[in-house]
Protein backbone atom coordinates (compact mmCIF):
# COMPACT_ATOMS: atom_id res chain seq x y z
CA UNK A 1 0.00 0.00 0.00
CA UNK A 2 1.68 3.19 -1.13
CA UNK A 3 1.83 5.86 1.71
CA UNK A 4 0.27 8.38 0.28
CA UNK A 5 -2.81 6.35 0.52
CA UNK A 6 -3.25 6.48 4.03
CA UNK A 7 -4.58 9.81 5.57
CA UNK A 8 -3.15 11.04 8.72
CA UNK A 9 -6.53 9.68 10.79
CA UNK A 10 -5.07 6.24 10.09
CA UNK A 11 -8.18 5.56 7.34
CA UNK A 12 -7.59 4.17 4.37
CA UNK A 13 -8.48 6.32 0.87
CA UNK A 14 -11.32 4.38 -0.42
CA UNK A 15 -11.29 6.63 -3.89
CA UNK A 16 -12.09 3.21 -5.59
CA UNK A 17 -15.96 3.66 -4.20
CA UNK A 18 -18.47 4.36 -6.54
CA UNK A 19 -15.96 3.95 -9.30
CA UNK A 20 -16.56 1.63 -12.14
CA UNK A 21 -13.90 -0.66 -13.88
CA UNK A 22 -13.37 1.63 -16.18
CA UNK A 23 -12.90 4.68 -13.95
CA UNK A 24 -10.42 2.79 -11.51
CA UNK A 25 -8.34 1.52 -14.37
CA UNK A 26 -8.08 5.01 -15.48
CA UNK A 27 -7.14 5.96 -12.03
CA UNK A 28 -4.35 3.92 -12.16
CA UNK A 29 -2.94 5.05 -15.07
CA UNK A 30 -3.01 8.74 -14.81
CA UNK A 31 -1.27 8.25 -11.37
CA UNK A 32 0.87 5.45 -12.19
CA UNK A 33 -0.24 3.41 -9.35
CA UNK A 34 1.79 0.16 -9.13
CA UNK A 35 3.25 0.15 -13.02
CA UNK A 36 5.56 -2.35 -14.13
CA UNK A 37 5.97 -1.52 -17.68
CA UNK A 38 7.70 1.38 -19.21
CA UNK A 39 7.31 2.64 -22.82
CA UNK A 40 9.66 5.13 -24.62
CA UNK A 41 8.06 6.59 -27.05
CA UNK A 42 8.80 8.72 -29.82
CA UNK A 43 12.39 10.20 -30.68
CA UNK A 44 12.79 11.80 -27.62
CA UNK A 45 11.96 8.65 -25.24
CA UNK A 46 9.37 10.32 -23.84
CA UNK A 47 8.30 8.05 -20.69
CA UNK A 48 4.83 6.37 -20.14
CA UNK A 49 3.98 3.90 -17.14
CA UNK A 50 1.73 0.98 -17.78
CA UNK A 51 0.27 -1.84 -16.00
CA UNK A 52 1.38 -5.39 -17.66
CA UNK A 53 -1.75 -6.86 -16.56
CA UNK A 54 -4.21 -4.84 -18.29
CA UNK A 55 -2.05 -5.03 -21.31
CA UNK A 56 -1.81 -8.81 -21.24
CA UNK A 57 -5.29 -8.99 -20.59
CA UNK A 58 -6.02 -7.00 -23.73
CA UNK A 59 -3.79 -8.01 -26.52
CA UNK A 60 -1.92 -11.42 -27.36
CA UNK A 61 1.12 -9.51 -28.78
CA UNK A 62 1.33 -7.77 -25.11
CA UNK A 63 1.00 -11.10 -23.62
CA UNK A 64 3.35 -12.51 -25.89
CA UNK A 65 6.07 -9.54 -25.02
CA UNK A 66 5.24 -10.31 -21.38
CA UNK A 67 4.70 -13.99 -20.78
CA UNK A 68 6.60 -17.28 -20.87
CA UNK A 69 10.00 -18.23 -22.57
CA UNK A 70 10.06 -15.14 -24.73
CA UNK A 71 8.63 -12.43 -22.31
CA UNK A 72 10.88 -9.23 -23.32
CA UNK A 73 11.88 -6.91 -20.34
CA UNK A 74 9.68 -3.97 -19.29
CA UNK A 75 11.04 -1.32 -20.62
CA UNK A 76 10.00 -1.08 -24.37
CA UNK A 77 10.74 1.30 -26.81
CA UNK A 78 8.32 2.69 -28.96
CA UNK A 79 10.50 5.45 -31.54
CA UNK A 80 7.85 5.27 -34.60
CA UNK A 81 4.47 6.77 -32.53
CA UNK A 82 4.65 10.34 -30.78
CA UNK A 83 3.31 10.47 -27.06
CA UNK A 84 -0.32 11.78 -26.98
CA UNK A 85 -1.25 8.76 -29.75
CA UNK A 86 0.57 6.14 -27.98
CA UNK A 87 -1.19 7.68 -24.91
CA UNK A 88 -4.61 7.53 -26.64
CA UNK A 89 -4.05 3.91 -27.69
CA UNK A 90 -3.38 3.04 -23.68
CA UNK A 91 -6.59 4.47 -22.69
CA UNK A 92 -8.52 2.68 -25.27
CA UNK A 93 -6.69 -0.78 -23.65
CA UNK A 94 -7.43 0.78 -19.69
CA UNK A 95 -10.99 2.47 -20.67
CA UNK A 96 -12.49 0.41 -23.64
CA UNK A 97 -12.78 4.44 -24.76
CA UNK A 98 -10.65 6.97 -27.01
CA UNK A 99 -10.98 9.95 -29.18
CA UNK A 100 -10.35 9.06 -32.62
CA UNK A 101 -9.95 12.09 -34.86
CA UNK A 102 -8.54 13.26 -38.36
CA UNK A 103 -5.24 14.02 -35.89
CA UNK A 104 -4.54 10.55 -34.66
CA UNK A 105 -6.48 8.57 -36.67
CA UNK A 106 -3.64 6.74 -38.75
CA UNK A 107 -1.64 6.17 -35.59
CA UNK A 108 -3.90 4.46 -34.27
CA UNK A 109 -4.93 2.46 -36.88
CA UNK A 110 -0.95 1.31 -36.56
CA UNK A 111 -0.91 1.08 -32.86
CA UNK A 112 -3.91 -1.54 -33.14
CA UNK A 113 -2.39 -3.43 -36.07
CA UNK A 114 0.99 -3.81 -34.17
CA UNK A 115 -0.33 -5.18 -31.06
CA UNK A 116 -3.75 -6.89 -32.93
CA UNK A 117 -6.65 -4.79 -31.41
CA UNK A 118 -9.62 -5.52 -33.68
CA UNK A 119 -11.82 -3.73 -31.77
CA UNK A 120 -9.76 -0.62 -32.10
CA UNK A 121 -8.88 -0.87 -35.86
CA UNK A 122 -12.87 -1.28 -36.72
CA UNK A 123 -13.89 1.87 -35.30
CA UNK A 124 -10.46 3.48 -37.02
CA UNK A 125 -11.12 2.11 -40.57
CA UNK A 126 -15.12 3.18 -39.85
CA UNK A 127 -14.09 6.58 -38.77
CA UNK A 128 -12.11 7.53 -42.09
CA UNK A 129 -14.53 5.75 -44.10
CA UNK A 130 -17.48 8.09 -42.28
CA UNK A 131 -15.16 11.36 -42.85
CA UNK A 132 -13.41 10.80 -46.40
CA UNK A 133 -13.48 14.36 -47.86
CA UNK A 134 -11.46 15.92 -50.19
CA UNK A 135 -8.96 17.11 -47.60
CA UNK A 136 -7.84 14.04 -46.35
CA UNK A 137 -8.47 11.42 -48.88
CA UNK A 138 -4.76 11.50 -50.53
CA UNK A 139 -3.82 11.03 -46.77
CA UNK A 140 -6.31 8.16 -46.28
CA UNK A 141 -5.43 6.49 -48.78
CA UNK A 142 -1.50 6.40 -48.00
CA UNK A 143 -2.61 5.19 -44.70
CA UNK A 144 -4.79 2.68 -45.89
CA UNK A 145 -2.06 1.56 -48.54
CA UNK A 146 0.47 1.64 -45.41
CA UNK A 147 -1.22 -0.62 -43.35
CA UNK A 148 -3.02 -2.86 -46.01
CA UNK A 149 -6.47 -2.04 -45.52
CA UNK A 150 -7.42 -2.64 -49.13
CA UNK A 151 -11.31 -1.95 -49.25
CA UNK A 152 -10.49 1.46 -47.28
CA UNK A 153 -7.73 2.02 -49.95
CA UNK A 154 -10.23 1.46 -53.33
CA UNK A 155 -12.85 3.58 -51.32
CA UNK A 156 -10.06 6.57 -51.04
CA UNK A 157 -9.11 5.48 -54.42
CA UNK A 158 -12.28 6.19 -56.26
CA UNK A 159 -13.14 9.15 -54.12
CA UNK A 160 -10.04 10.76 -55.27
CA UNK A 161 -10.71 9.63 -58.88
CA UNK A 162 -14.52 11.05 -58.59
CA UNK A 163 -13.38 14.56 -56.88
CA UNK A 164 -9.82 14.23 -59.04
CA UNK A 165 -10.60 18.43 -60.22
CA UNK A 166 -10.31 19.26 -56.05
CA UNK A 167 -8.24 16.43 -54.45
CA UNK A 168 -5.23 16.61 -56.22
CA UNK A 169 -4.72 20.20 -55.46
CA UNK A 170 -5.37 19.07 -51.56
CA UNK A 171 -2.11 19.51 -49.49
CA UNK A 172 -2.53 15.58 -48.79
CA UNK A 173 -1.29 15.01 -52.50
CA UNK A 174 1.92 16.61 -52.00
CA UNK A 175 2.89 14.04 -49.09
CA UNK A 176 2.00 10.94 -51.06
CA UNK A 177 5.03 8.07 -51.84
CA UNK A 178 5.87 8.15 -55.73
CA UNK A 179 3.97 4.85 -56.36
CA UNK A 180 0.69 6.01 -55.07
CA UNK A 181 1.02 9.15 -57.19
CA UNK A 182 2.20 7.04 -59.77
CA UNK A 183 -1.42 5.23 -59.48
CA UNK A 184 -3.63 7.80 -59.19
CA UNK A 185 -1.77 9.72 -62.83
CA UNK A 186 -2.07 6.21 -64.39
CA UNK A 187 -6.16 6.32 -63.61
CA UNK A 188 -8.19 6.55 -66.72
CA UNK A 189 -11.17 6.98 -64.85
CA UNK A 190 -10.27 10.27 -62.99
CA UNK A 191 -12.57 13.33 -64.10
CA UNK A 192 -10.42 16.34 -63.73
CA UNK A 193 -8.72 18.51 -66.70
CA UNK A 194 -5.14 17.61 -67.57
CA UNK A 195 -3.68 20.56 -66.41
CA UNK A 196 -4.77 20.39 -63.39
CA UNK A 197 -3.04 16.94 -63.28
CA UNK A 198 0.00 18.28 -64.80
CA UNK A 199 0.25 20.76 -61.75
CA UNK A 200 -0.50 18.64 -59.15
CA UNK A 201 2.82 16.46 -60.63
CA UNK A 202 4.38 19.55 -60.83
CA UNK A 203 4.14 20.59 -57.68
CA UNK A 204 4.62 16.83 -56.09
CA UNK A 205 7.80 16.68 -58.01
CA UNK A 206 9.04 20.28 -56.10
CA UNK A 207 7.79 19.16 -52.99
CA UNK A 208 10.00 15.57 -53.07
CA UNK A 209 12.41 17.54 -54.35
CA UNK A 210 12.83 19.60 -51.01
CA UNK A 211 12.58 15.79 -49.31
CA UNK A 212 15.48 14.83 -50.79
CA UNK A 213 17.48 17.93 -49.91
CA UNK A 214 18.07 18.69 -53.95
CA UNK A 215 17.36 21.98 -55.78
CA UNK A 216 14.17 22.29 -57.68
CA UNK A 217 15.62 22.28 -61.04
CA UNK A 218 13.72 21.00 -63.94
CA UNK A 219 16.27 18.44 -64.40
CA UNK A 220 15.84 16.78 -60.93
CA UNK A 221 12.29 17.22 -61.19
CA UNK A 222 12.15 14.44 -64.03
CA UNK A 223 14.40 12.63 -62.68
CA UNK A 224 12.40 12.08 -59.56
CA UNK A 225 9.46 11.46 -61.70
CA UNK A 226 10.68 8.91 -64.26
CA UNK A 227 7.83 6.80 -65.54
CA UNK A 228 5.15 8.92 -63.30
CA UNK A 229 5.66 11.55 -65.80
CA UNK A 230 5.07 10.12 -69.07
CA UNK A 231 1.70 9.12 -67.39
CA UNK A 232 0.75 12.53 -67.57
CA UNK A 233 -1.43 13.34 -70.94
CA UNK A 234 0.47 16.29 -72.08
CA UNK A 235 -1.65 16.31 -75.77
CA UNK A 236 -4.98 16.73 -73.97
CA UNK A 237 -4.12 19.90 -72.16
CA UNK A 238 -5.08 23.16 -74.12
CA UNK A 239 -2.94 25.40 -76.28
CA UNK A 240 -2.49 28.11 -74.03
CA UNK A 241 -1.53 26.30 -71.12
CA UNK A 242 0.81 24.43 -72.92
CA UNK A 243 2.55 27.50 -73.92
CA UNK A 244 3.33 29.49 -70.68
CA UNK A 245 2.39 27.18 -67.23
CA UNK A 246 3.87 24.29 -68.48
CA UNK A 247 6.62 25.76 -70.81
CA UNK A 248 7.70 27.55 -67.80
CA UNK A 249 7.77 24.55 -65.55
CA UNK A 250 10.96 23.19 -67.64
CA UNK A 251 9.44 19.72 -67.59
CA UNK A 252 9.05 19.75 -70.92
CA UNK A 253 12.68 19.92 -73.91
CA UNK A 254 11.42 22.25 -76.08
CA UNK A 255 11.41 19.86 -79.19
CA UNK A 256 8.99 18.15 -76.79
CA UNK A 257 6.49 20.64 -76.49
CA UNK A 258 6.47 21.75 -80.08
CA UNK A 259 5.72 18.27 -80.77
CA UNK A 260 2.52 18.18 -79.26
CA UNK A 261 1.55 21.82 -79.81
CA UNK A 262 1.69 20.34 -83.78
CA UNK A 263 -0.31 17.37 -82.39
CA UNK A 264 -2.88 19.47 -80.73
CA UNK A 265 -3.07 21.21 -84.22
CA UNK A 266 -3.25 18.47 -86.34
CA UNK A 267 -4.01 15.39 -84.30
CA UNK A 268 -3.06 13.03 -87.00
CA UNK A 269 0.51 13.46 -86.09
CA UNK A 270 2.02 10.84 -84.07
CA UNK A 271 2.98 11.93 -80.84
CA UNK A 272 4.09 9.13 -79.23
CA UNK A 273 5.43 8.12 -76.35
CA UNK A 274 3.37 10.43 -74.77
CA UNK A 275 -0.45 9.44 -74.14
CA UNK A 276 -2.98 10.99 -76.32
CA UNK A 277 -5.77 8.91 -74.55
CA UNK A 278 -8.94 10.81 -73.16
CA UNK A 279 -9.69 9.62 -69.75
CA UNK A 280 -12.93 7.74 -69.80
CA UNK A 281 -14.33 9.74 -67.01
CA UNK A 282 -16.80 6.68 -65.99
CA UNK A 283 -19.15 7.79 -63.04
CA UNK A 284 -21.85 7.03 -61.27
CA UNK A 285 -25.49 7.98 -62.74
CA UNK A 286 -26.64 12.10 -61.85
CA UNK A 287 -29.71 11.74 -59.27
CA UNK A 288 -31.93 14.37 -58.56
CA UNK A 289 -33.60 15.79 -55.47
CA UNK A 290 -36.99 18.38 -55.67
CA UNK A 291 -37.59 20.22 -52.40
CA UNK A 292 -40.83 21.28 -52.86
CA UNK A 293 -44.01 19.73 -53.25
CA UNK A 294 -45.48 21.94 -55.67
CA UNK A 295 -44.86 25.40 -57.84
CA UNK A 296 -46.44 29.26 -57.34
CA UNK A 297 -47.43 30.67 -60.05
CA UNK A 298 -47.24 34.18 -58.64
CA UNK A 299 -43.87 35.19 -60.51
CA UNK A 300 -40.49 35.21 -58.46
CA UNK A 301 -38.12 38.31 -59.21
CA UNK A 302 -35.01 37.51 -60.59
CA UNK A 303 -33.34 40.94 -61.17
CA UNK A 304 -29.50 39.92 -60.83
CA UNK A 305 -29.18 41.89 -57.88
CA UNK A 306 -30.41 39.87 -54.94
CA UNK A 307 -29.40 36.26 -54.34
CA UNK A 308 -31.31 33.31 -53.87
CA UNK A 309 -29.44 30.52 -51.24
CA UNK A 310 -30.23 27.41 -49.40
CA UNK A 311 -27.98 25.49 -46.60
CA UNK A 312 -28.15 21.39 -46.81
CA UNK A 313 -26.22 18.58 -45.45
CA UNK A 314 -26.34 15.13 -46.85
CA UNK A 315 -25.67 11.71 -45.14
CA UNK A 316 -23.17 10.04 -47.75
CA UNK A 317 -20.54 11.79 -49.41
CA UNK A 318 -21.52 13.00 -53.11
CA UNK A 319 -20.44 15.37 -55.76
CA UNK A 320 -22.86 17.60 -56.37
CA UNK A 321 -22.81 18.27 -60.34
CA UNK A 322 -25.64 21.16 -60.56
CA UNK A 323 -28.96 22.04 -59.73
CA UNK A 324 -32.39 23.19 -60.68
CA UNK A 325 -33.58 26.63 -60.90
CA UNK A 326 -37.58 27.66 -62.36
CA UNK A 327 -38.39 29.18 -65.95
CA UNK A 328 -40.33 31.91 -66.85
CA UNK A 329 -43.36 32.13 -64.92
CA UNK A 330 -45.30 31.80 -68.17
CA UNK A 331 -45.06 28.67 -69.27
CA UNK A 332 -44.72 29.10 -73.37
CA UNK A 333 -42.86 31.93 -73.23
CA UNK A 334 -38.96 31.60 -73.92
CA UNK A 335 -36.86 33.89 -71.38
CA UNK A 336 -33.06 33.75 -71.30
CA UNK A 337 -31.37 33.78 -67.97
CA UNK A 338 -27.41 34.77 -66.85
CA UNK A 339 -26.85 32.97 -63.79
CA UNK A 340 -23.88 33.10 -61.14
CA UNK A 341 -23.47 30.20 -58.96
CA UNK A 342 -21.11 30.31 -55.88
CA UNK A 343 -20.79 27.47 -53.37
CA UNK A 344 -19.06 26.31 -49.89
CA UNK A 345 -19.74 26.80 -46.28
CA UNK A 346 -22.05 29.83 -44.52
CA UNK A 347 -18.81 31.78 -43.60
CA UNK A 348 -17.68 31.66 -46.65
CA UNK A 349 -19.22 30.72 -49.88
CA UNK A 350 -19.36 34.30 -51.57
CA UNK A 351 -15.41 33.83 -51.67
CA UNK A 352 -16.03 30.62 -53.74
CA UNK A 353 -17.40 31.45 -56.77
CA UNK A 354 -18.02 28.09 -58.66
CA UNK A 355 -19.58 29.13 -62.12
CA UNK A 356 -19.53 32.98 -63.66
CA UNK A 357 -22.92 34.16 -65.33
CA UNK A 358 -23.38 31.09 -67.51
CA UNK A 359 -26.21 31.99 -69.82
CA UNK A 360 -29.34 29.41 -70.33
CA UNK A 361 -32.18 30.17 -73.13
CA UNK A 362 -34.96 28.47 -71.15
CA UNK A 363 -38.70 27.56 -72.41
CA UNK A 364 -40.08 25.28 -69.87
CA UNK A 365 -41.02 24.94 -66.01
CA UNK A 366 -37.28 24.71 -65.22
CA UNK A 367 -34.27 24.26 -65.97
CA UNK A 368 -30.90 22.68 -64.98
CA UNK A 369 -27.97 24.70 -64.15
CA UNK A 370 -24.71 21.95 -64.57
CA UNK A 371 -21.67 22.34 -62.90
CA UNK A 372 -18.55 22.49 -65.03
CA UNK A 373 -16.16 21.20 -62.66
CA UNK A 374 -18.40 18.97 -60.49
CA UNK A 375 -17.57 19.82 -56.24
CA UNK A 376 -16.89 17.38 -53.25
CA UNK A 377 -19.68 17.30 -50.34
CA UNK A 378 -18.83 15.22 -47.47
CA UNK A 379 -21.24 13.61 -45.40
CA UNK A 380 -22.28 15.41 -42.10
CA UNK A 381 -20.62 18.92 -43.00
CA UNK A 382 -23.36 21.70 -44.37
CA UNK A 383 -22.86 23.57 -47.36
CA UNK A 384 -24.43 26.99 -48.79
CA UNK A 385 -25.51 27.02 -52.41
CA UNK A 386 -26.06 30.60 -53.77
CA UNK A 387 -27.37 31.86 -56.66
CA UNK A 388 -27.69 34.95 -58.52
CA UNK A 389 -30.16 35.29 -61.47
CA UNK A 390 -31.07 37.85 -63.80
CA UNK A 391 -33.84 37.59 -66.13
CA UNK A 392 -37.66 37.38 -66.44
CA UNK A 393 -40.10 36.51 -63.44
CA UNK A 394 -39.82 32.55 -62.71
CA UNK A 395 -41.95 30.42 -60.52
CA UNK A 396 -41.51 29.90 -57.33
CA UNK A 397 -41.65 26.89 -55.29
CA UNK A 398 -44.09 26.20 -52.13
CA UNK A 399 -44.54 23.25 -49.54
CA UNK A 400 -40.75 22.76 -48.87
CA UNK A 401 -39.49 19.84 -46.75
CA UNK A 402 -36.85 20.40 -44.03
CA UNK A 403 -36.02 16.99 -44.83
CA UNK A 404 -36.09 14.29 -47.70
CA UNK A 405 -35.01 10.76 -47.81
CA UNK A 406 -34.33 9.23 -51.63
CA UNK A 407 -34.41 6.12 -53.04
CA UNK A 408 -30.98 5.45 -53.37
CA UNK A 409 -30.50 6.11 -49.62
CA UNK A 410 -29.11 9.33 -49.70
CA UNK A 411 -31.05 11.70 -46.89
CA UNK A 412 -30.47 15.62 -47.08
CA UNK A 413 -31.72 18.28 -44.62
CA UNK A 414 -31.76 21.55 -45.71
CA UNK A 415 -32.27 25.08 -43.33
CA UNK A 416 -32.49 28.58 -44.30
CA UNK A 417 -29.27 30.88 -45.21
CA UNK A 418 -28.16 34.18 -44.09
CA UNK A 419 -26.80 34.85 -47.71
CA UNK A 420 -30.97 34.36 -49.36
CA UNK A 421 -31.87 38.07 -49.70
CA UNK A 422 -34.51 36.93 -52.62
CA UNK A 423 -37.24 35.12 -49.89
CA UNK A 424 -35.75 31.88 -51.01
CA UNK A 425 -35.85 29.54 -47.61
CA UNK A 426 -36.40 25.80 -46.63
CA UNK A 427 -40.81 26.48 -47.35
CA UNK A 428 -40.24 28.73 -50.65
CA UNK A 429 -38.22 29.80 -53.67
CA UNK A 430 -35.66 28.85 -56.23
CA UNK A 431 -33.53 26.37 -56.03
CA UNK A 432 -36.17 23.45 -56.11
CA UNK A 433 -33.57 20.68 -57.21
CA UNK A 434 -30.12 19.70 -56.42
CA UNK A 435 -28.27 17.01 -59.18
CA UNK A 436 -25.95 14.74 -57.58
CA UNK A 437 -23.62 11.47 -57.96
CA UNK A 438 -22.57 8.85 -55.04
CA UNK A 439 -19.08 8.60 -54.50
Same mark, same amino acid.
Given at each position: ?68 ? %? ?56 ? %? ?311
Amino acid at each position: MAASDVQPTGFVDNWQAGKTLAECNLRMFDAEDSCDVTFRVGSSGHVIKAHSYILISRSCVFHAMFTGN %LAEKTDVSVPEMEPNDFKQFLLYLYTDNTTVDADNVTALLYASRKYDMTSLETQCTEF %LQENLNVGNACVILDSAHRFDESQLFRRALTFIQNTAQASLQSSGFLTLRQELVDQIVESDDMIVEEHVVFNAVNSWAEAECERQGKEVTSEAKRSILGDTFWKIRFPLINHTFLSKDVKSSGLLTEPERLRILEYIGCPDNDVKPFNSKQRHQKHSPTHSITRFKSENRIGWKTSGHRKDAISFQSNQNLILCGYKLYGPERRHETATYSVTTYFGTEENVLQCMIQDRAQYTVKGKDFDVVIEEPVAVTAGLWYTLVVLIEGMRTFGGQHGKRELLCPDGVSFTFRNSTHSENNTSVSRGQIPSLLYRIV
